[in-house]
């Protein structure tokens, strides 16, 4: 017996029956050889991990722009809390801990720079719109090693493209807005979670808001440390769920609203504030820009982005992956580059 059919027998004997088992993968888009070692959804999450895409999560914008305080979170970061508190949740509940670290470590690889501002701008000029969950399936599928993908399974694919929520809920009562998978839909939750703590917390520290400015039913009800709130809020949601797993991941209500009050501040105060949003504004224009320029000169897009390996059949599409999957600073840099006028130098 090789070692990844041990790991797939104990699996059987101790997840829970709610979990979905690496053994009983639905499988890839292409059928590949097991590996002696790892489960399917382990080398998912190897893949992953190991791709650009994932790499260059580092230098893309959570909430504030390219910001130069150490502490400050980026994309990077905001996926590595949120596949954190995504296990948390998966081992408590009994559920395949691989593939929610697979998913969680991919939900956002299809992020464009500038946060939701570069994924508005996007998504009002490219045909057909944008939306970055359906774009990190994109990359995965498609885009990674030269227009090969990863070849993920069925399960780590359907939690990537489904996690996304913007302010809907964070439970969704209909079926077709949550991931098929238990833990699928544990990283939904396990992102909202993330981001609602870490970006208050990055705000306090930024100066746009205080602690005092936090509504006070939140802070009793999740409270008053980032610690607290992030405790609170996953104690809850294991322990209601496990009260009654028929009906699905649940959560006190004074809890659920709680998050959804604190949500709510968040756009009001933070991410639609004008001294945040403004610099949004500014990115817009890049990127517009940016993909104006590429569509109309598909060479200048050749240049810069390569020759396409049919992952894109329109200039528009291969427009919009190359800009999705730039950094704040290349953005910026390659903006410069191709609309800003240089000093003129004679040597």
Known sequence: MTIRAQIEERE????SPLAALSAETRGR???????????????????????????????????????????????????????????????????????????ALGHDLGHTPFGHAGEEVLDSIVPGGFAHNQQSLRVVDCLEKGGEGLNLTWEVRDGIVKHSKGKGEILPRDPAERADTWEGQVVRVADIIAYICHDLDDAIRAGV????????????????????????????LVESTLKDPEKGLSMDEEVLQAMIRLREFLYERVYDL????DDFVKARKVISELYEIF??????????????????????QRAADFIAGMTDRYALNLYERLFLPKPWAVL
Request: some cysteine.
């Open 12 to 15: 059987r004997r101790v997840l």
């Open 29 to 103: 888009l292409v059928p590949e050889e097991e590996c002696p070692l790892r489960t399917a959804f382990q080398r998912d999450r190897d893949r992953i991990i190991h791709s650009k895409a994932f790499r260059r999560l580092k230098h893309k914008t959570q909430v504030f722009l390219a910001p130069t305080g150490d502490h400050y979170r980026t994309r990077l970061t905001h996926t590595l809390e949120v596949s954190q508190i995504a296990r948390t949740i998966t081992r408590a509940l009994g559920l395949n801990e691989d593939l929610t670290e697979a998913v």
């Open 209 to 236: 808001i205080s602690q005092r400015d936090i509504p006070k039913d939140c802070i009793r009800i999740l409270g008053n440390r980032n610690s607290q709130r992030i405790d609170t809020m996953v104690r809850n």
């Open 274 to 277: 004008g001294r945040v949003h």
């Open 295 to 316: 569509v109309s000169q598909p060479d200048l897009l050749d240049l810069y982005a390569g020759q396409s390996k049919g992952a894109a059949s329109s200039p528009g």
